[in-house]
């Protein structure tokens, strides 16, 4: 070791004394600011504003970073070429140009990592712990190759055999495995993420078919991503039809509901009966539709807790859907007056007061109806229109309720009570209307001594 660190700075020795370094090193500089000022000029059409969705400003913001060593690196690439046209040294190019490559490379790397995992809940712990360990092996690897230790590494990963069952298998080809599978799901992945994002601009395409049509896409692109990378390992891809039939019997006997859930929600979407934003009610859940995944649905109630409901919930029971065809639902309050009011004119009054209140649709008026003549009073009932079902229903109910009730106590207008009749009896004579109702059914003496007396009320 210490002579290779020897080799090395004689090497750096011999290349600072070459007579072409300062025309290298101007040209090394040159190349670093054209890079940054066109990495400037073209940082302009990848800006977003802060009214761009999340996953745009990540993707956008994170490529922005790229175009610099992009630039720089390509910009090096050439100027090398033309010096060795024309038979001038190349040393300093030759060891910025690796350096400049590796800083291109993590960045990149970076860049397509968070489109593809930072898109909805930004970087994570473990993200950024992957992004700084693979910043180390690229630094490491950076420096095997100037030390010229990148030949020796590859001979001992090709010599170095595993024995897999009958075959043996070099860590060489095992690592190559591993890079191809793993760059070939990120790519599908990047392009599916990608991609998403194109169909969810598509306003003329209704959510639920962009939705459907984005995710049969990904799923596609990472069957094809895993084909593939198997073929590049060199695995054969008839072996899959035993995990094929493996797989079937699974779904068959065991993932059946998982199964179902899938199969539930692309229906779901393909039909359109549910989308982003409606406010609707399946067995006991009751809430906003925040998120339509492949397995699962999300609904916010209005208490602001998620709750994340199986997609076969929606196929196998009835579905109240309060936006699905428009967003007007109709709400009702009941009231009941006393029988010598005026009940014209207090149907009229509620029907004003009722207008009033905020969120209370006034294209569709509320009404006021004579439900009933009970025995107690006037039933009246308070129909009224809102068009914003996923703001609440108890809130404006209760606004309704309060300024009825206000109307009410200005006009001295009694809401009617229930009439009881309570009287006062001694003991005696609850002692014979008991014994009356006895000898009405005919029962012995004997069991009617018996029987305990009756408390007083």
Not at 179 to 194: D, Y
């Given at each position: 070791m210490p002579d290779i660190f020897t080799d090395l700075l004689n090497d750096l020795l011999n290349s600072l004394r070459a007579p072409g370094l300062p025309a290298q090193v101007g040209l090394l500089l040159l190349c670093v600011g054209l890079g940054w000022l066109l990495a400037r000029l073209l940082r302009r059409s990848f800006s977003v504003s802060t009214a761009q969705p999340p996953a745009m400003q990540i993707g956008l913001g994170s490529f922005s970073k790229v175009l610099t060593p992009i630039i720089t690196l390509l910009l090096l690439i050439l100027v090398k070429l033309a010096l060795q046209k024309w038979q001038q040294p190349v040393n300093v190019m030759r060891l910025m140009i690796p350096l400049v490559a590796s800083l291109a490379l993590m960045r990149f790397v970076f860049y397509v990592l968070r489109r593809v995992f930072a898109r909805n809940s930004g970087v994570g712990t473990f993200l950024l712990l992957f992004e700084k360990s693979f910043g180390v092996l690229v630094w490491i690897g950076l420096l095997l190759y100037i030390t010229g230790w990148w030949p020796d590494l590859f001979d001992y990963l090709d010599s170095t055999v595993l024995p897999i069952g009958r075959y043996?298998?070099?860590?060489?080809?095992?690592?190559?495995?591993?890079?191809?599978?793993?760059?070939?799901?990120?790519?599908?992945?990047?392009?599916?993420?990608?991609?998403?994002?194109?169909?969810?601009?598509?306003?003329?395409?209704?959510?639920?078919?962009?939705?459907?049509?984005?995710?049969?896409?990904?799923?596609?692109?990472?069957?094809?991503?895993?084909?593939?990378?198997?073929?590049?390992?060199?695995?054969?891809?008839?072996?899959?039809?035993?995990?094929?039939?493996?797989?079937?019997?699974?779904?068959?006997?065991?993932?059946?509901?998982?199964?179902?859930?899938?199969?539930?929600?692309?229906?779901?979407?393909?039909?359109?009966?549910?989308?982003?934003?409606?406010?609707?009610?399946?067995?006991?859940?009751?809430?906003?539709?925040?998120?339509?995944?492949?397995?699962?649905?999300?609904?916010?109630?209005?208490d602001g807790v998620d709750t994340v409901v199986p997609n076969e919930v929606f196929m196998i029971n009835s579905v109240q859907n309060y936006s699905l065809t428009n967003r007007i639902l109709r709400l009702a309050t009941h009231v009941t007056i006393e029988h010598q009011d005026d009940v014209e004119s207090i149907l009229l009054l509620l029907e004003q007061v009722t207008v009033e209140v905020d969120r209370v649709s006034r294209e569709i008026l509320p009404q006021a109806l004579l439900m009933k003549i009970g025995p107690d009073g006037l039933e009246l009932e308070v129909g009224f229109w809102i068009t914003d079902p996923e703001n609440g229903r108890l809130n404006v109910l209760s606004d309704v309720n309060r300024a009825i009730w206000r109307v009410l106590q200005s006009r001295q207008i009694k809401v009617a009570q229930v009439k009881r009749d309570i009287r006062m009896v001694s003991e005696g004579e609850l002692h014979k209307s008991n014994f009356d109702a006895y000898s009405q059914q005919d029962l012995p003496l004997d069991r009617l001594r018996d029987s305990p007396k009756p408390k007083n009320i």
């Open positions: 043996k298998v070099s860590l060489l080809a095992i690592m190559q495995a591993l890079v191809s599978v793993l760059v070939t799901l990120v790519i599908a992945l990047w392009a599916g993420a990608a991609l998403e994002e194109r169909l969810m601009r598509v306003n003329t395409v209704h959510s639920s078919v962009r939705t459907v049509v984005a995710r049969m896409a990904r799923a596609f692109l990472i069957l094809v991503a895993v084909l593939l990378s198997l073929s590049l390992v060199g695995i054969d891809l008839t072996v899959l039809s035993v995990f094929g039939g493996a797989l079937g019997v699974a779904l068959g006997l065991g993932l059946q509901k998982i199964a179902s859930s899938y199969v539930s929600g692309f229906v779901i979407l393909l039909e359109r009966s549910l989308a982003i934003g409606d406010m609707v009610g399946v067995s006991t859940f009751y809430g906003k539709v925040v998120q339509i995944n492949s397995r699962y649905t999300v609904l916010q109630g209005l």
